[in-house]
């Protein structure tokens, strides 16, 4: 997943979709630093692993982020609730823990949410009725 590094230069990219392949190893900072235009993230069915990086929060026009059948450990991000565009967010079938963040409750525009076949444990929060 090193190639992400040259990605910054592309501006105007609204979507990456790399879903179903072989990639493997961690996502690198770099992830942050991508297009602000970015609209969809989707890596699923890879062989990703480790956290998911905070400075995902920096791509502020996500609608749309999918990285489900991974291989992801450790909490997932509270600063995602930040993603005030995000639609549709899976990561289902990965490895996280701990609890589900608060913050997902910021997620007002959120339609389609899926953590299933995780190591999730703790409260729904009450907060995610905030939902439309």
Not at 72 to 101: C, H, R, V
Request: aromatic share 6%.
């Amino acid at each position: 997943m090193s190639f992400l590094s040259s990605l910054p230069n592309a501006t105007n990219l609204d979507l990456l979709e790399l879903n179903h392949n072989n990639f493997g190893g961690v996502l690198s900072e770099s992830i942050s630093n991508l297009s602000t235009k970015l609209a969809d993230l989707s890596l699923t069915y890879n062989q990703l692993s480790g956290d998911v990086l905070a400075g995902i929060s920096n791509l502020i026009n996500l609608e749309n982020l999918f990285l489900a059948g991974n291989q992801f450990t450790g909490n997932i991000p509270p600063n995602i609730g930040q993603l005030q565009k995000l639609q549709e967010f899976a990561l289902l079938e990965n490895k996280f823990s701990g609890n589900i963040p608060n913050s997902f409750g910021n997620l007002t525009l959120l339609s389609k949410f899926g953590l299933a076949e995780n190591k999730l444990h703790g409260s729904i929060p009450v907060s995610l009725g905030k939902c439309k």
